[in-house]
Every structure is written in structure tokens, then in C-alpha cells.
């Protein structure tokens, strides 16, 4: 017998309309979105050393400095002015600008907080290999895919203020060091994610008005929960299982 380990989604509804879309959107999310993660559940949990800590932070970085790269090459695939115009703030809300700080910065205020080395960490060399595969494929399925589904792909911050709320308190009641100026990155993406998320529905219910497209922004969504699940999938492996890959970061009680 074989046996399907994966969530269940409902039986497939046609997708009909904005809101059959809608629908599974919302569905893909409760059965698919990192927040499920084992590896989540012991961060918010306060169930990691500081050592598996930075590990994320680390890793996640690549996140952080990425994003604003993946923006940048969604802008360039419109050429429609006002599309354009709506996503340019992204781009500041991550790499802020001459006089603001953007969220690149509090990421490396909670970098700083665990003790790591901000030029180690800016060089990304200790990263995961995984991490860097799957970070890169969000960039670039951004550039293959058609407009459409680059905007799709980010759908999964319609899920993200929930887990934000979640790690802030959690990481807040369990490890000493962690204080509110350190959660900072997470407290301004509870407003900004929003809006965020908000656009890009209104966008693919919209603009996706075949059942063919309608499917294709399901896809997005799918391909970027994978995205975010691998990168936890390979934290765990490294740093809870202790299968460390060659040059990675090693924490100092795994030396
Ligand atoms: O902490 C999280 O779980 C989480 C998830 C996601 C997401 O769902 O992609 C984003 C973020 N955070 C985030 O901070 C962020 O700036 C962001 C941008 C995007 C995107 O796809 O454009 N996702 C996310």
C-alpha cells in the first residue's frame, strides 16, 4: 500500500472564477506554507541553541538580499508603466535608501544581535548550498515565467503576517537574546506585507481570467511555498541532524 504523506488539498474545484482562484489559493497556503515546517515549529517554540539560531539568521540572509534582486527583475518584465510603479517600493522596503533604513539593515541588526560577523555574513559564504539553489530559482523562475506568475510567486505573503506574529512573540518569550529592536524586521513587515499581498491578489484576479492561468498562478504559488520549504528542509538536515555540508557555517557547540 502506498501511503501519501502529503497534505490534503480538497477535491479539485474548476477554476471558474476570481474567487474558485481565490479559493485555492488560500487552500494551497493552509497545506503548503512554511509555517507547517518542523524547523519553525522549534524556533518559535524556543526549542533551538543559539548556535541553530544564527544558522537561520545566516541562511535567511540570502533571502533578505535576494528579494530586493527578484523585485528589481519583475519590474523589467512590464512594460506597463503603472505595474512598474506599484512594485517599486519594494524595492526601498528591503534596500531602504540614502536617508531610511530598509529591512536588509534590521536583518543585520538581528545578525548582530546573535553575535555574527556582518562582513561573514554580507559575503554569504557560509550558506547552504541549498539555500543558494533554491534562493536563486525563486530569482530566476521571476525572469522565465510569464509576468503573470512573477507577480503569483510572491503570493505566499498572504500567509507571511501570521508567522510573523508567531516567531515575534515566540522568540521573544524564549531566548534571551532576542529584544524587540532586534525583532524589528518582523514587526514593519506586518504592516508592509500586506499591502504587498493585497496587490498581487488583485492583480491575479484580475489578469488570470482562464482556467489555463488561473491554474498557472496556483503553480506559482506552489513552486514558492517549495522555495521557502527547502530552505527549512536543509536547515534541519544541517543543523538538527547535524549533517553539516562541507564549508558551511558550523556553530561553535557543533565545533
Ligand atoms: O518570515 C517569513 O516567513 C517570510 C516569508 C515570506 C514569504 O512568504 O515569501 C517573505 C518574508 N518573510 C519577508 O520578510 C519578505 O520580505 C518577503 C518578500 C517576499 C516575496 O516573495 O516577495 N516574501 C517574503
Same mark, same amino acid.
Given at each position: 500500500?502506498?501511503?501519501?504523506?502529503?497534505?490534503?488539498?480538497?477535491?479539485?474545484?474548476?477554476?471558474?472564477?476570481?474567487?474558485?482562484?481565490?479559493?485555492?489559493?488560500?487552500?494551497?497556503?493552509?497545506?503548503?506554507?512554511?509555517?507547517?515546517?518542523?524547523?519553525?515549529?522549534?524556533?518559535?517554540?524556543?526549542?533551538?541553541?543559539?548556535?541553530?539560531?544564527?544558522?537561520?539568521?545566516?541562511?535567511?540572509?540570502?533571502?533578505?538580499?535576494?528579494?530586493?534582486?527578484?523585485?528589481?527583475?519583475?519590474?523589467?518584465?512590464?512594460?506597463?508603466?503603472?505595474?512598474?510603479?506599484?512594485?517599486?517600493?519594494?524595492?526601498?522596503?528591503?534596500?531602504?535608501?540614502?536617508?531610511?533604513?530598509?529591512?536588509?539593515?534590521?536583518?543585520?541588526?538581528?545578525?548582530?544581535?546573535?553575535?555574527?560577523?556582518?562582513?561573514?555574513?554580507?559575503?554569504?559564504?557560509?550558506?547552504? @548550498?541549498? %539555500? /543558494?539553489? !533554491? $534562493?536563486?530559482?525563486?530569482?530566476? #523562475?521571476?525572469?522565465?515565467?510569464?509576468?503573470?506568475?512573477?507577480? +503569483?510567486?510572491?503570493?505566499?505573503?498572504?500567509?507571511?503576517?501570521?508567522?510573523?506574529?508567531?516567531?515575534?512573540?515566540?522568540?521573544?518569550?524564549?531566548?534571551?537574546?532576542?529584544?524587540?529592536?532586534?525583532?524589528?524586521?518582523?514587526?514593519?513587515?506586518?504592516?508592509?506585507?500586506?499591502?504587498?499581498?493585497?496587490?498581487?491578489?488583485?492583480?491575479?484576479?484580475?489578469?488570470?481570467?482562464? @482556467?489555463? %492561468? /488561473?491554474? !498557472? $498562478?496556483?503553480?506559482?504559488?506552489? #513552486?514558492?511555498?517549495?522555495?521557502?520549504?527547502?530552505?527549512?528542509? +536543509?536547515?534541519?538536515?544541517?543543523?538538527?541532524?547535524?549533517?553539516?555540508?562541507?564549508?558551511?557555517?558550523?556553530?561553535?557547540?557543533?565545533?
Amino acid at each position: 500500500m502506498s501511503l501519501d504523506l502529503t497534505p490534503m488539498l480538497s477535491p479539485a474545484r474548476p477554476l471558474d472564477s476570481a474567487d474558485a482562484l481565490e479559493d485555492r489559493l488560500r487552500e494551497i497556503g493552509a497545506a503548503r506554507y512554511h509555517d507547517r515546517h518542523p524547523f519553525h515549529h522549534l524556533l518559535h517554540g524556543g526549542q533551538l541553541t543559539k548556535g541553530q539560531v544564527q544558522a537561520w539568521a545566516l541562511n535567511r540572509y540570502y533571502y533578505q538580499c535576494s528579494i530586493p534582486v527578484k523585485d528589481a527583475v519583475v519590474i523589467s518584465r512590464f512594460r506597463d508603466r503603472a505595474t512598474r510603479i506599484e512594485w517599486r517600493h519594494r524595492l526601498e522596503d528591503h534596500d531602504g535608501s540614502e536617508t531610511t533604513e530598509g529591512g536588509i539593515e534590521r536583518w543585520l541588526i538581528l545578525t548582530d544581535a546573535l553575535g555574527l560577523d556582518r562582513g561573514y555574513v554580507e559575503k554569504t559564504e557560509g550558506i547552504l @548550498p541549498a %539555500t /543558494r539553489f !533554491a $534562493v536563486d530559482a525563486y530569482v530566476h #523562475f521571476v525572469r522565465d515565467q510569464t509576468p503573470l506568475e512573477a507577480i +503569483a510567486s510572491c503570493l505566499t505573503e498572504l500567509f507571511a503576517p501570521n508567522i510573523h506574529r508567531e516567531r515575534i512573540a515566540g522568540m521573544l518569550a524564549h531566548y534571551d537574546f532576542v529584544n524587540p529592536g532586534v525583532m524589528a524586521y518582523f514587526q514593519r513587515r506586518l504592516t508592509q506585507a500586506p499591502r504587498d499581498a493585497d496587490y498581487a491578489l488583485r492583480y491575479v484576479r484580475a489578469h488570470a481570467t482562464t @482556467p489555463e %492561468t /488561473r491554474e !498557472a $498562478v496556483c503553480n506559482a504559488l506552489i #513552486f514558492k511555498t517549495q522555495v521557502l520549504w527547502t530552505q527549512l528542509d +536543509a536547515l534541519h538536515h544541517a543543523y538538527v541532524l547535524g549533517h553539516i555540508p562541507p564549508g558551511a557555517f558550523v556553530p561553535e557547540e557543533m565545533r
